[in-house]
């Protein structure tokens, strides 16, 4: 599935869904983090592209996912960067 995220998140179940990737409206990430949160299934991953590139505009979405104890994440220093936020089984 791929949508453009003005759009919003597709609709689906909690859970609906193993992988999402993120690269368009960064300002927009952290008030969609509780749809995308719910959409995400367990052991499902969120990657979060230009996260060295610009970090400032990531800044409040990573703060919500490391507050959040059903994620584990990390930064990955390829090319622009990749935040990695995997949700437990």
Do not use: I, M
Not at 26 to 52: F, I, M
Request: aromatic share 6%.
């Amino acid at each position: 599935l791929h949508a453009d995220s003005g759009g919003g998140l597709p609709t689906g179940g909690a859970g609906a869904l193993d992988v999402v990737f993120l690269d368009s409206e960064r300002p927009h990430y952290a008030g969609g983090w509780p749809e995308l949160r719910r959409v995400l299934r367990k052991g499902g991953l969120l990657v979060v592209d230009n996260a060295t590139s610009h970090p400032l505009e990531l800044a409040p979405l990573v703060a919500l996912v490391q507050a959040d104890d059903e994620f584990v994440s990390c930064l990955v220093p390829v090319s622009n960067g990749e935040f990695l936020a995997t949700r437990s089984a």
